[in-house]
């Protein structure tokens, strides 16, 4: 069974500091990563994706990726209350383009 | 920005009764799927749908689900006898490439099961 695992937290940081979300998933031959972002009964949003090893940024997001240790990160500078959301990190099925497998989430809280 | 539409939002059902949720993908998309998520659990990968036909499907899609594109607007989830298990908000998504890079999801439609 493929899986996507992160820890579910709640991850807790106050305003302004770096917040550290981590991903692991199991398959070998997996080739883009995404992060979602889902506030409480709202729908899922993406908000970055990445497919080579090394860094990407947009904005105060970075996602980081090392496919050899099958672990893909995502870090929020400088967070805000308004960045008080579950993120989910999710794979496509090897292979399978038409099936997105996410993980638990991690919840996160910004406090001021 | 360009939107997937659902409705209801909220369906309250009785066990064993059949019902519909209904989805309205973005307007050139080709690409559609149905995802859930059980209250405090992950989102779940149902259906994926392209060209009218299921292209993929998870083992929670049994023959109590069955999926529609009756026109070229509209795109259906239905299950025949509801089981109170199935109480989940349920995700309609779509994308215009082959590929879930850029998936677009609906509000979503809250199922109730009593």
């Known amino acids: 069974q493929k899986e996507v695992e992160q820890n579910s937290g709640p991850l807790s940081v106050p305003e302004g500091a770096i917040a550290s979300l981590n991903c692991t998933y199991s398959?070998?031959?997996?080739?883009?990563f995404f992060w979602y972002r889902q506030y409480s009964g709202k729908s899922p949003e993406l908000i970055m994706s990445i497919y080579s090893n090394g860094d990407k940024e947009d904005g105060r997001f970075t996602a980081q990726l090392n496919k050899a240790s099958q672990y893909v990160s995502l870090l929020i500078r400088d967070s805000q209350p308004s960045d008080s959301a579950t993120y989910l990190c999710?794979?496509?099925?090897?292979?399978?383009?038409?099936?997105?497998?996410f993980g638990a989430g991690t919840r996160l809280a910004v406090h001021p | 920005e360009p939107e997937v539409t659902q409705t209801p939002s909220h369906q309250v059902t009785q066990m064993g009764q059949e019902v519909i949720l209904r989805c309205v993908p973005i307007s050139n998309h080709l690409y559609f799927y149905w995802y859930r998520q059980i209250l405090g659990q992950k989102v779940e990968f149902l259906v994926s749908f392209y060209n009218n036909e299921i292209s993929e499907k998870s083992e929670i899609f049994d023959d109590q689900f069955s999926v529609e594109r009756p026109d070229g607007s509209n795109f259906t989830l239905k299950i025949r006898s509801t089981k109170l298990e199935d109480s989940a908000m349920y995700f309609c998504a779509s994308t215009g490439q082959g590929r879930v890079e850029k998936l677009f999801f609906g509000s979503g439609t809250q199922l109730s099961v009593l």
């Open positions: 398959d070998r031959v997996s080739q883009s």
């Open positions: 999710a794979v496509p099925l090897s292979g399978g383009y038409n099936k997105l497998i």
